[in-house]
T-cell receptor, first 109, second 114 residues
Framework: GIQVEQSPPDLILQEGANSTLRCNFS?????LQWFHQNPWGQLINLFY???GTKQNGRLSATTVATERYSLLYISSSQTTDSGVYFC???????????FGQGTELSVKP | DADVTQTPRNRITKTGKRIMLECSQT?????MYWYRQDPGLGLRLIYY???????NKGEISDGYSVSRQAQAKFSLSLESAIPNQTALYFC?????????????FGSGTRLTVV
């Protein structure tokens, strides 16, 4: 099955800094998504991005499907960006998602 | 009201007890999933269901069972709870007819087995 690996496992930033989170996946996928888990445990879907680039405010994501990786960029980080960021992939559109281990981000004021 | 509701939110149970975690959704999605989250391991798929008559094992189904009572309800049971089933459990839904598939997660059930 698909293997999904994320790096780095932990990241500490000062408020205002930029960061890049990486997700590598082992096989061709039709579905790649990024999620944010806030400190209260709630999982929020950030991006659906099987290929290409998308932006939403200070966050953007790029997936290079041919090279099997995806990047999540966070610019001008804020304390509310803290939490765990997960990458998840599946072979089938709308099918079961396989998650990476996550990157735990802590943004200090 | 939340689109995907999990009950209970927190539960402490004793080793050997049977426990059921419930999930209901108002999204109208056919596809439902149960995941468990352990620190450093991400979310791992326990069971999934693509419609009421379809139940499939995920990566870590041993020790668990599920029931899809209706399109909107998907329950997870631990027949005889053991301490290493202590985890945060999430229910999720998706809709293959939507561009981003509309994955929606419940707020989670924190289960502690003592």
């Amino acid at each position: 099955g698909i293997q999904v690996e994320q790096s780095p496992p932990d990241l500490i930033l000062q408020e205002g800094a930029n960061s890049t989170l990486r997700c590598n996946f082992s096989d061709s996928v039709n579905n790649l998504q990024w999620f944010h888990q806030n400190p209260w445990g709630q999982l929020i879907n950030l991006f659906y991005i099987p290929s290409g680039t998308k932006q939403n405010g200070r966050l953007s994501a790029t997936t290079v499907a041919t090279e099997r990786y995806s990047l999540l960029y966070i610019s001008s980080s804020q304390t509310t960006d803290s939490g765990v960021y997960f990458c998840a992939a599946s072979y089938n559109q709308g099918g079961k998602l396989i998650f990476g281990q996550g990157t735990e981000l802590s943004v200090k004021p | 009201d939340a689109d995907v509701t999990q009950t209970p939110r927190n539960r402490i149970t004793k080793t050997g007890k049977r426990i059921m975690l419930e999930c209901s959704q108002t999204k109208g999605h056919d596809r439902m999933y149960w995941y468990r989250q352990d620190p450093g391991l991400g979310l791992r798929l326990i069971y999934y269901s693509f419609d009421v008559k379809d139940i499939n094992k995920g990566e870590i189904s041993d020790g668990y069972s599920v029931s899809r009572q209706a399109q909107a309800k998907f329950s997870l049971s631990l027949e005889s709870a053991i301490p290493n089933q202590t985890a945060l459990y999430f229910c999720a839904t998706s809709d293959p007819g939507r561009q981003s598939y509309g994955y929606t997660f419940g707020s989670g059930t924190r289960l502690t087995v003592v």
